[in-house]
């Protein structure tokens, strides 16, 4: 499922700032143990063939890409190869340049939607590994439900519905709203419950920091609510909050009370404390 990640992930944020799936093209980078070694070589056969699998199914090709490979080094004397690693890189071709969306905030009182199916998939995620956990359960990819979920976002951002988009990654939901909220310097005020989610997943941090895949953070103004949920009909989305004037990150739990009530510049230090060197 890492291969299938990288590619939703490289697709997502050509959709986020407003491209299409179109014309787009993928390109990928190998950086592997010794692939003369069977248990090397079988993660990197699995890799390629999820690299295929998943861009079919989206309809972009590999048009070029590279590999390193042969990453090992010596530790008591035993060969030790580095943890199997793929880096996809995805470039599209825009019609309206005037058209493409940043992921800031950008004005109080404006809607916030999240698009996609939250899952129980904290395996591996960053959440995890700050509580020292690896976790089971990793994100996976429904390429036909991923590709028509962007398909829907960027007619809507085409159409002049989309005020700002963000994909979700690293650190899930929580991060992705706080850097939306404090790139534009606004607040805002989001309900956990109207998160689409699988309904086993009753716990807010799971909600907040799951990495599933194939997820949108959308800012849209009020006048184009209609407009713009029309366009994104059929696909999994929810009406969580609002842009707020306020300079908080609040965030109301499953039970309907507050579980994150911080303030935006506390929440942006955290995040560039590790390069404030």
Not at 10 to 28: N, T
Not at 89 to 101: C, E, P, Q, R
Request: hydrophobic share 40%; net charge neutral.
């Amino acid at each position: 499922w890492m291969a299938a990640s990288c590619i939703d992930e490289a697709l997502r944020q050509i959709i986020a700032v407003g491209g299409s799936l179109k014309e787009v093209a993928l390109l990928d980078n190998f950086c592997w143990g010794n692939p003369d070694k069977p248990d090397r070589l079988g993660g990197l056969v699995r890799a390629a063939r999820g690299c295929y699998d998943v861009a079919k199914g989206f309809g972009a090709p590999f048009i070029s890409g590279k590999d390193s490979l042969y990453n090992e080094y010596s530790l008591n004397g035993k060969s030790k190869a580095i943890p199997g690693t793929l880096l996809i890189s995805a470039i599209a071709v825009t019609d309206d340049a005037g058209k493409t969306v940043s992921m800031d905030a950008k004005e109080e009182g404006n809607l916030i939607y999240v698009l996609g199916d939250t899952y129980d998939e904290l395996g591996g995620s960053h959440y995890f590994d700050i509580l020292g956990y690896i976790g089971n359960s990793v994100p996976k990819v429904e390429v036909r439900k991923a590709k028509a979920l962007m398909e829907r976002l960027s007619l809507a951002t085409n159409r002049g519905l989309v005020r700002a988009a963000h994909d979700c990654s690293e650190g899930g939901l929580g991060v992705a709203l706080a850097e939306t909220a404090f790139a534009g310097g606004l607040g805002v005020e989001v309900f956990l419950s109207a998160v689409p989610r699988n309904k086993l997943n009753v716990r807010n941090d799971f909600i907040l920091f799951s990495e599933s895949n194939s997820r949108f953070v959308v800012e849209v103004e009020k006048k184009k609510q209609k407009q713009f949920e029309k366009a994104i009909q059929g696909v999994s989305a929810g009406l969580i909050g609002c842009v707020s004037k306020e300079k908080t990150f609040k965030v109301y739990g499953l039970d309907g009370k507050p579980c994150i009530e911080a303030g935006l510049y506390d929440l942006k230090e955290a995040w560039q404390k590790p390069l404030s060197w």
